[in-house]
Each structure stands twice: as C-alpha cells, then as structure tokens.
C-alpha cells in the first residue's frame, strides 16, 4: 500500500489547520509530514513542540514529525507527546540510535530514520528491525521545492533489498523533489510512503494532487 504525506513546509503556516483540511478526507493524504528544523542540524528553521501539539489537535490525519534537528535524543520523545503518530531522527545527529528508536515506540509512535543523501545505508543493516519506518533523503535537508536527487535511486533500491531480505515490513520513505515527474521511479525503486511539499501545496488544486501522485505510485 502506497502513501502520500504531504509536507506542511510548504503550506500557509498562517492557516495551518485549514491547509491541513486540503488534503485530507476520503482518497486524500495517509499522513501530515512535518519538518522541524533547528537552524543547527539545517540552515533553516520552521516549527517546535507546541505547533506539533496545536496541530495534533486540530486534525484526525497522523502527523509524520521529521525533525532535521540536533539532539534528537532530548526532543523525539516530547513529540511523541505532543501527539505526533510517527517521530523520524536523522542518524547523523542521533547520539543512541537504537535506544531513541526503542524510546519512541516505547511511548507509542512510528518510529524512524533518516539519511541525508551523503549517508549510506549499509553500516545501519543491523537496526532497520528497529525501526518502523526508513527514510531516504532526496534531496539535503532544509528547504522545499528543491530538484530531486536522481543519484538516490540505487540507494532507495539497496535499502529495499535490505528491508525484504531481513523480511522486514518498515516503511520506505522518500523526501525531496518528489512530483508527478519523480514519484514513479521512486515506486519502481522500492519506495511505498512518498513525501512531497511542493508538488502538493504548489498545486491549484492539492487534493488533487495527492490523488494523481498516489495513482502514479500505484501502477
Ligand atoms: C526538506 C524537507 C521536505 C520538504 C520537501 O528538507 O524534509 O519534507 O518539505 O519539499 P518538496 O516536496 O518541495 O521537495
Ligand atoms: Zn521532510
């Protein structure tokens, strides 16, 4: 089963919870992705805490937290009480990866991490049964709307050989540059949970959006 997350980052954070409304209801996104950044981990800076907790409040959709941040190990578990359903940690920054994905289960949500696209996957093999759900980077951190990073692809690739052969069932993520341009050689690569801002909120019609990128996903 395919998902469609769409990324917040590139909604009115004025109106939040309406542009949350665009893509939801029936046939619209599985999730809300939310990326938090620090302006350390990343060069920019967007929401904490309490816009999680206001959120999780103001949708039924699960809310997908990324947070492009340093000390993972300190925040990670406040958004999970802050009502975030899935909680990603990029692995260059986690102290502990292991006890801070079983920390984030521990307290009820998806756990999952991230690789920025400089990041292998190979030295991580032994924790994927840790963790619900991997994310690829396809493009650096830190901003929308920038262009897909095709060279990804046979990493997106070797982390699904991994996943099946361990017989795992986590969720492979791509986020970055992912449109109705991208998302098909995404899928063909083995990604199923697809990530996208732009394409999404840049649309004149979001929802509809969500629906042609889940159908492009699908075939
Ligand atoms: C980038 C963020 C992405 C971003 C994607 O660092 O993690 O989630 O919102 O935006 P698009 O889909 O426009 O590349
Ligand atoms: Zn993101």
């Not at 990866?97 to 991580?124: D, F, S």
């Not at 099946?164 to 993520?173: M, S």
Request: charged residues 25%; hydrophobic residues 45%.
């Amino acid at each position: 089963m395919v998902q469609i997350n769409p990324s917040i980052l590139s909604a009115d954070f004025a109106r939040l919870a309406e542009e949350a409304r665009r893509v939801t209801g029936p046939e619209g996104a599985d999730w809300l992705h939310v990326d938090v950044m620090d302006n350390h981990f990343v060069p920019n800076l967007t929401l904490g805490v309490p816009v999680v907790e206001s959120l999780s409040r103001a949708t039924d959709t699960p809310l997908d937290c990324h947070l492009m941040i340093e000390s993972p190990d300190r925040w990670a578990p406040q958004y999970v009480e802050a009502g975030a359903g899935s909680v990603t940690f990029h692995v260059e920054a986690a102290a502990a990866p292991v006890r801070l994905a079983r920390e984030i289960r521990a307290k009820g949500a998806r756990a999952g991490m991230a690789l920025k696209p400089a990041t292998p996957i190979e030295p991580y093999e032994d924790l994927l049964p840790e963790l619900d759900m991997l994310l690829v980077m396809t493009v650096e951190p830190g901003f929308g709307g920038q262009a897909f990073l095709d060279i990804m692809l046979p990493k997106i690739r070797r982390t699904r050989q991994l996943i099946d052969k361990h017989g795992l069932r986590l969720w492979l993520q791509v986020d970055g540059g992912v449109s109705a341009e991208t998302v098909e050689r995404c899928a063909e690569a083995g990604a199923d949970v697809f990530v996208a801002g732009s394409a999404v909120y840049g649309a004149d019609d979001p929802a509809a959006a969500v629906r042609s990128l889940r159908a492009m996903a699908s075939e």
